[in-house]
């Protein structure tokens, strides 16, 4: 089921729109969860958004792929990007509108259609809610702005035209860390070695991972020809070396688990059991071989705040 | 089961001790099959090697990893590499022997072990037998040219001291083709992109295959994020720019497939059996998923000359 969204854009408006995508904190700056912020992890493939931004609705967007754990955009090309600020970035499809909505002006018509709760923009005034980022709107409201709007525009707003995914954003922060070591004057050439390998999760973090995990937490294959090093905290989100190589921060999974773990559709407790994301059916679960444990095994001290990172991080809910 | 094997070394003596590998082509040069090239698909990990050159055995091997399909290692560093001739690489821990050991000197005590068909050597002269070069050898033949040995020599005869797997010369040939693919000056520079992106199933490869293909043919699964767009004939052993861009050079397949298929254990029929490697358990391969289908669907005539490859050059058979 389509699932429509508006999004009121802050200071990031334009690099989301030439980007390709929307971009999040994953917490209020006091720290406290907010509703608009994890809308970022609901929203899935195909859903619609509309993007609110100098009063009006310029754009509607497609979202392309489920949100990925990234740094703000605007630090993407600055050397001293902060990795420990990691918010929610979403591919997103944007197409410009052919006439542009102005809300307020169509508020009478709109009103009754918003939410009561985590509106976008005020029922009586038609101006935006300062607190709303990611709003989920009823498909009403998404057809009245449509009506408004004239036909969609023809090409997409990107500067380059092509479709993004999480894929291709998680290659572009990938390849920024490995320019980020690989420039790093305090490492030596083989410790760069290591913790480039350690991205595709090779080299000396696959060795410290298999002396910590020596079968798969899901399907309990111990071949290790089999099994994928794969990081709990991501690779690119690593504070450091340390956190980059360290066993601990590493599962030896088969294959479709160390994909669904790495895009967030499953995640642990640190009691071991599984945590599954509503993003994908129970069928395709059973398909894919992964089923509840009888008996979970704990996870260690050393891995828990790894987990947690995955959880809170990674993982879609 | 352990089993052991014996390697003439050809002229490539000097780069497959020092690189930590063993490299064969794939056929005789007159096209026929050679069963000690076949061997080389046949080794598998733990398997231990005696190393045979200039009269002499002076190294001791273990297998670390199973073959991939290489170029000649001689052709690694340089610029025109024929990719089109291809043989099998081995990946080989080797020590060198406290005494190096003269199968001829001890031809008397050997030949009764040595096998009638495709010996290594002559069990009269003890000369080398010029065809062969990895034999298959009784752990009888084995444990005598160890007695006379001495003890092993303490660390492994590799330039860097480490253990290199499939995973590791994958990566060292493939950088080598992004290398090539870099300074070619008949490519755009968005042909470049594409092709690097095609390393990895991503980009315009990804969306020629699944153009082709729509389910994985293993799972049955459609769910696009939960599919890996998998050369069929590999990336790195393209010919050109269309083959490693052609839709009906790629199946989309879930992740433990997409594993099984580029490692070789397992390739297809044109008619789409599924054909299982004998190095992968019964039990493992249940645990993957990978089952037997009732229906097997067809491949398309343009896809069968990239699975002739397929079984031939990737499968371990």
Not at 152 to 173: Q, T
Not at 279 to 285: G, K, M, V
């Amino acid at each position: 089921m389509t699932r429509y969204w508006w999004v009121n854009h802050k200071q990031t408006f334009k690099q989301e729109i030439n980007g390709g995508y929307l971009w999040s904190p994953k917490r209020e700056a006091n720290g406290v969860r907010s509703q608009f912020y994890e809308n970022m992890r609901l929203a899935a493939p195909n859903n619609l958004v509309l993007s609110f931004a100098h009063s009006r609705i310029a754009y509607v967007g497609r979202v392309t792929d489920f949100a990925l754990s990234a740094p703000k955009p605007l630090e993407f090309a600055s050397a001293g990007a902060n990795w420990d600020e990691e918010g929610w970035l979403l591919p997103i499809h944007w197409h410009p509108l052919g006439v542009p909505v102005r809300p307020k002006e169509i508020i009478s018509r709109l009103a009754q259609f918003l939410p009561e709760k985590y509106s976008p923009i005020s029922s009586q005034t038609g101006n935006g809610n300062q607190k709303a980022y990611l709003a989920e709107i009823s498909s009403q409201a998404f057809q009245i702005v449509m009506e408004f709007s004239g036909n969609e525009g023809s090409g997409p707003a990107h500067l380059d035209g092509s479709i993004s995914r999480s894929a291709d954003f998680k290659d572009v922060l990938e390849t920024r860390v490995e320019e980020l070591i690989n420039g790093d004057l305090n490492l030596s050439s083989s410790e760069k070695v290591q913790l480039i390998k350690a991205r595709r999760g090779q080299g000396i973090f696959r060795d410290n991972v298999s002396r910590v995990e020596n079968a798969c937490r899901v399907t309990g294959i111990t071949n290790r020809r089999l099994l994928i090093a794969s990081h709990i905290k991501p690779w690119r989100s690593c504070a450091d070396s340390m956190q980059r190589l360290d066993g601990y921060n590493g599962l030896m999974l088969t294959p479709n688990v160390d994909l669904l773990f790495d895009r967030g559709f499953i995640s642990f407790t640190n009691d071991g059991q599984i945590l599954k994301s509503h993003h994908i059916d129970a069928s395709e679960f059973d398909r894919l071989g992964v089923f509840d444990f009888d008996k979970p095994k704990a996870f260690l001290p050393k891995q828990h705040q790894y987990l947690q990172h995955h959880r809170e991080s990674v993982f879609l809910g």
